[in-house]
């Protein structure tokens, strides 16, 4: 599960050179579920960056610490929750790393999922209109998981989807057909995601210093040597 992201810094435009924004990357260095987020959307035939409430929010939903803030992969197409969303709302969640906790015989080791050339991310996510009045955004939004590669199946069960930057207009595009943006929905490549431990400061997230998502050990990453 994703509880957690580290978003730092970067260059969105260079990385979707189509995307339209009036607004900038909100940046965090421990952002938790029930913050904003920054989506990346298709809407009106442009690629927008808007502004999200981290908790997918349709207009049934009654109690707001109800809305979810991840959904598995393997029941878009079912559950009502999401099944309109992934057929015509999807998005992208721009973010530089994804906290998970591995547990250990007297505490839980948080750890930072970051690409092994530390580059920027793109999550695949749901979206819909926020349909409260607890906040200033319009938009709600919900990460999509699918199972941990090997690699990374030690520390955590599950994680956000990675939809590669070449796919990422066909993932946003709403006449992509189900089948087809389900296809997108995999396990990240064992080469393209390395892991290093924290400090556990993160556990807390209050604590917004860049110091949460420094090394505190050695990147766990995928040797090609193990193929050969």
Known sequence: MAGRLHIAPFDLAALLPSLVSETSLLISANQAPRRPLS?????HGQVQLVTAFWGLTPPWLKVLDHAP???RAE???S???FQEAFSARRCLIPATGIYVWK???RFKQPFLVTRVDRGPLLLAALWC???TTLT????STALITVAANSLLAPLTERLPAVIDRAAAATWLDPATPEDEAGHLLTPAPLELLGAFPVSR???DPSNQDWACGHPTGPMLRWNIAKET
């Open 201 to 203: 400061r993160v556990n």
């Open 129 to 131: 209109r926020y349909h």
């Open 103 to 105: 547990p250990q015989p």
């Open 75 to 77: 029941n878009l197409a």
């Open 136 to 139: 200033e955004h319009n938009d």
């Open 79 to 81: 559950r009502p929750m």
């Open 39 to 43: 989506m990346i959307r298709q809407a």
């Open 69 to 71: 803030h991840c959904a």
